[in-house]
């Protein structure tokens, strides 16, 4: 009697290796993987400059949407608060999305190798859109924190398919050029988002927050569809089907979500010490051992191969990046709040007082790429990046509501200067160590790992500043419900500036000169993240020195595919002129005839 299993083998090995009758499992799944790598090389589909472009821009307007979206609801974030009188709870807003964007985050780029690029990008698209304009007609916050996280399964992977696209399409070289001006993407929507999210909040309604981005989403996808030569992936989708996954998928989901989820209840929903934190935490832990066991030994076709942590340069980008999220995601939200609270600034200022950090992050991504493209050289730009960065951190710690407007500024210019050398340096550090069909997994997993890292920091830092808040207040013998209420929007204490007697804080039994007392708190707690931060900076510099090594940006075979993507372009065009002079002789025959 035929074992289905077995069967089910010879057909994923029909598509990938035509040639190929193996009879035992272990073959099988080796022929698997050769086969794999095969169609990993024909999806590689090198490209002239001009059809790079308009790719390029197409791209450009799917990474610049996931950007808006996640920093216009972020400035939105104390309006949706008030709309629903949500209080604490409103932090699942973000929370919800970053967690299901995370949690997909590794399936993508398995998804892109099994059923194509395109496909795998129009579908997270599509779960965006559907998700953002579910969010806008919330009728409550818990609809919202539940389209939110619909929304995060798609918008989640954006960035990561993108970057594996360009990887198709563009040389190993080149790559490091056109990954910095994805890195100029994607500081842009981080620098414009706040503004028009402030805008949206105040003039018009939260709930454009979410209806902007589906009509430039929608415009994306044509893009997408029109422009993006990526070749499909052989296969009938039965047998696209047989090659996923699927219990190493369900491991993911549940692994991050048991992990995440105590994450971002620790120090904010419930004690770090609580039961209901550290239940699903270890559950996680154990969910995620059994994993990478299932990944090691038994899947056919690994979402997340466990090799790949062979190569000492994968393994380091894994650890710089794990801490680049935390430290990035940290300034991303603690920052403009340090404005808000310390500065007294409004949401839309506070948001425009972050493009120093932006801008300098921007102009730095772009140049480290272009340097790799010209020299080659990756690594000294990743060590550069992260003592920089280090730097910075650590003079952002001394800053104050005293401290001058300009000094302030160039310590924010210092931090985005170093942050931006080590994000798109890293991709390309990642995908030069390992083959192409390992590419997209590789790539998908840094930003997993960076996603993660960034849920961690903002649990942290969460806890380190609520923590130095509640000893602040209840120094001063304030009740409970006031300490809960400060802890949960502290941009209540920024309007001691603008008026002493404000009702909010005198209704709350705070004057002025307790409201200085407590702002202290908050800045030390302020400080002691940011001393984390360039603590933690200092490390990946030391762990990209020791374990990502230099590789050759050069595959060998990379002119070759190039001059097979301009022979099939213009083969194409060679094509459409001989249908159009056959139509027009067609049409010069019925008009004789005629």
């Known amino acids: 009697m035929a074992d289905p299993a077995h069967d089910d083998i010879h057909e994923i090995n029909s598509v990938y290796m035509p040639n190929t009758f193996e009879h035992d499992d272990k073959t099988a799944v080796q022929t698997l993987q050769e086969g794999y790598e095969a169609e990993a090389q024909a999806a590689t589909n090198l490209l002239p400059l001009k059809k790079v472009v308009s790719v390029f821009c197409g791209l450009s307007l799917c990474l610049l949407v996931s950007t808006l979206d996640s920093t216009m609801v972020a400035t939105a974030l104390p309006t949706i608060s008030n709309a629903f009188n949500a209080g604490s709870i409103v932090s699942w807003v973000p929370s919800g999305y970053l967690l299901t964007s995370t949690a997909f985050q590794p399936l993508y780029g398995r998804f892109s190798d ?31 924190i539940v389209f939110r996280g619909i929304a995060g399964a798609g918008g989640g992977a954006i960035v990561s398919i993108g970057q594996i696209i360009i990887s198709d399409i563009v040389s190993l070289r080149d790559r490091g050029k ?76 549940a692994g991050c979500t048991l992990v995440l989820l105590p994450l971002i209840w620790g120090g904010v929903t419930f004690p770090w010490t609580s039961a209901v934190v550290l239940a699903p935490l270890f559950s996680g832990f154990l969910v995620v051992s059994l994993f990478c066991f299932w990944e090691w030994k038994g899947a056919r076709l690994p979402i997340v191969p466990m090799y790949i942590f062979k190569h000492v340069t994968v393994t380091g980008v894994y650890v710089t990046m794990f801490i680049n999220g935390m430290i990035f995601y940290s300034a991303l939200f603690y920052l403009p709040q340090f404005f808000q609270v310390a500065l007294a600034y409004s949401p839309i200022r506070s948001g425009v007082f972050l493009f120093p950090v932006l801008v300098s992050q921007t102009t730095a991504s772009f140049v480290a790429g272009q340097l790799v493209s010209r020299t080659g ?69 840094r930003n997993f790992v960076r996603l993660l890292g960034g849920t961690l920091s903002l649990a942290l830092g969460a806890t380190i500043i609520n923590n130095s808040l509640r000893s602040s207040m209840s120094s001063l013998g304030l009740p409970s419900a006031t300490i809960k ?19 909010s804080l005198a209704a709350l039994g705070i004057t002025p000169a307790m409201a200085a007392d407590i702002l202290d708190g908050y800045t030390r707690g302020f400080r002691t993240v940011f001393i984390l931060n360039a603590c933690l900076a200092a490390v990946a510099t030391l762990a990209s020195i020791l374990m990502i090594r230099h ?44």
């Open 114 to 144: 099994i059923f194509g690029r395109k496909a795998s990008l129009c579908l997270s698209m599509s779960i965006f859109m559907i998700g953002s304009i579910l969010a806008g007609f919330s009728r409550s916050i818990i609809q919202l």
């Open 178 to 253: 056109y990954q910095g001006i994805i890195g100029v993407v994607v500081a842009f929507g981080f620098a414009i988002g706040p503004l028009i999210g402030g805008v949206l909040s105040e003039k018009a309604s939260w709930r454009w927050c979410f209806w902007v981005t589906p009509p430039i989403s929608f415009t994306a996808l044509c893009a997408v569809l029109v422009v993006l030569p990526v070749k499909p992936v052989e296969g009938n989708f039965r047998t696209k089907l047989l090659a996923v996954d699927y219990f190493g998928a369900v491991l993911t989901l």
């Open 377 to 445: 050289k990756y690594r000294t730009i990743i060590h550069t990046g992260f003592s920089v960065w280090a730097i910075g951190c650590g003079c952002l710690s001394t800053v104050t509501s005293n401290t001058p407007k300009g000094l302030l500024v160039f310590f924010m210019l210092l931090s985005g200067l170093g942050a931006g050398q080590t994000l798109q340096t890293t991709t390309v550090a990642a995908q030069a160590s390992v083959s192409r069909r390992d590419m997209s997994v590789v790539t998908a997993v």
């Open 485 to 503: 209420k400060i802890v949960d929007d502290p941009t209540l204490l920024g309007v001691r500036f603008s008026s002493p007697s404000d009702s």
């Open 551 to 594: 590789k050759e940006l050069s595959r060998g075979d990379e002119d070759k595919l190039r001059a097979v993507a301009q022979a099939e372009l213009t083969s194409e065009k060679g094509n459409d002129a001989f249908l159009d002079s056959r139509t027009m002789n067609q049409k010069a025959m019925l008009e004789a005839k005629g």
